[in-house]
């Protein structure tokens, strides 16, 4: 990718290069010849600048529901939020708070969701490239009014603001890090922020080392369509005493002290935790709402004699169970007329794509995909075989 200049994001927020890539929205983009023809209008830089947006713009499409309006830039979109949960964070986190900062705001999926909820923002960057594609950003969205950006090192500033939300950078060394001191700003920074605030918010990697966390701090745990996107640590106001856990797109919340140990062998019904509420340590706490228990204290299965739908864990219907064998496991795909198989596993040390392939065999043309779980049980490797809710 040619590099991107302030001077860049000026011609790609001209008419002409919105028109440009208006007209690349759809269609191939062949590097060799969508780049020959855009050579023919533009010069090398610009042509190299409108088919670099181009390709962000598609790419960008999964996180920003108005990508074909916005401008990019690539490490930055790489980092930004989903859509979903800068929208969710925007509105139900900082639901109470009209002023609110977004401090490196990068190319501001956060700061446009805040502004998006009606809240006034102050976007501070210090990256003059990355703040101009906020502005253009801000203005294609109408936000301008309501978006204030700011080049400068919030570190520098007095920010007269309610609250504060900050996505530090996560790269040491041109490598990914979970740590919190080697974030950029690390997280004793975003701390003492809160002393001159009232409610910081802060989005970590999900990995992260909880022990590194500050003891004022809460932290909840955010997933999307079952895929853990991310930890948010809370200072102040929005410093929550239990752990969390929020599940979207139902926006399904959970937390709480954990419940009761309570283990038992499996039922009539299995059930996986969403990965939110694994990482928030909520296992139990939800086995109490859906009146289930764990099949081992050590392992994040549960299992219960009634059904129960719920946006917080998957449940299968149980057709068969026992130790786990795989002539065994054939056995039970066959005698269902299982057309595919899924894999899962939690304390086991077989592949699942490994077992699948060897299971083919088992298959019966046109049947219906069935789950088989492998995990520990009281010490002993063990198979439960399913069917989705």
Same mark, same amino acid.
């Not at 010849?33 to 042509?47: I, V």
């Not at 299992?303 to 946006?311: F, H, I, N």
């Given at each position: ?6 001077? %860049? $994001? ?5 008419? +002409? !290069?919105?028109? /440009?890539?208006? #007209?690349? *929205?759809? =269609?191939?983009? &062949? ?91 102050? %976007? $501070? ?5 990355? +703040? !101009?594609?906020? /502005?253009?950003? #801000?203005? *294609?969205? =109408?936000?301008? &009014? ?99 856990? +929020? ?113 083919? +065999? ?28």
């Amino acid at each position: 990718m040619r590099r991107l200049t302030p001077e %860049a $994001v000026r011609f790609l927020s001209g008419p +002409a !290069a919105q028109a /440009e890539l208006a #007209a690349l *929205a759809e =269609g191939s983009l &062949d590097p060799l010849t969508a780049l020959a023809a855009l050579r023919k209008r533009w010069s090398a830089d610009e042509a190299a600048w409108l088919y670099d947006q181009a390709r962000l713009r598609r790419k960008a499409r999964a996180k920003f529901p108005q990508a074909d309006a916005l401008l990019f830039e690539a490490e930055a979109l790489e980092q930004a939020s989903a859509g979903p949960v800068a929208r969710w964070r925007a509105e139900h986190v900082f639901a109470p708070y009209a002023r609110v900062a977004d401090l490196g705001a990068g190319i501001g999926g956060d700061a446009l969701a805040l502004a998006l909820a009606g809240k006034r923002v102050l %976007a $501070v960057e210090r990256d003059p490239v990355r +703040a !101009a594609l906020l /502005e253009h950003n #801000a203005a *294609a969205l =109408g936000l301008a &009014d309501r978006l204030r950006v700011v080049r400068a090192d919030w570190r520098a500033l007095e920010l007269d603001v309610e609250a504060a939300f900050a996505d530090p950078a996560r790269r040491s060394g041109g490598r990914r890090t979970v740590r919190l001191d080697a974030m950029e700003p690390p997280l004793s920074d975003l701390e003492r922020l809160a002393d001159r605030l009232p409610a910081v918010a802060v989005k970590l990697a999900p990995a992260l080392d909880k022990a590194e966390l500050p003891a004022r701090a809460g932290l909840g745990f955010v997933s999307l369509a079952g895929e853990l996107k991310e930890a948010l640590a809370g200072f102040g106001e929005l410093a929550q005493a239990e752990p969390w856990a +929020a599940v979207l797109p139902a926006g399904v919340r959970l937390s709480g002290p954990e419940g009761p140990e309570r283990t038992g062998p499996v039922g009539a019904y299995l059930y996986e935790p969403d990965p939110a509420v694994i990482r928030a340590g909520l296992v139990r706490r939800l086995a109490a709402e859906l009146d289930a228990w764990q099949l081992d204290p050590q392992v994040a299965y549960l299992s219960a004699d009634a059904p129960r739908r719920t946006p917080l864990a998957r449940g299968w219907r149980v057709l068969a169970h026992g130790p786990f064998q795989q002539k065994t496991a054939a056995a039970w795909l066959a005698a269902h007329g299982a057309g595919a198989v899924e894999v899962k596993r939690r304390r086991s040390p077989v592949e699942p794509a490994v077992l699948e392939k060897k299971l083919k +065999a088992a298959l019966t043309r046109g049947g219906p995909t069935l789950t088989l779980f492998l995990t520990r049980i009281a010490g002993r490797p063990w198979a439960v075989l399913g069917r989705p809710l």
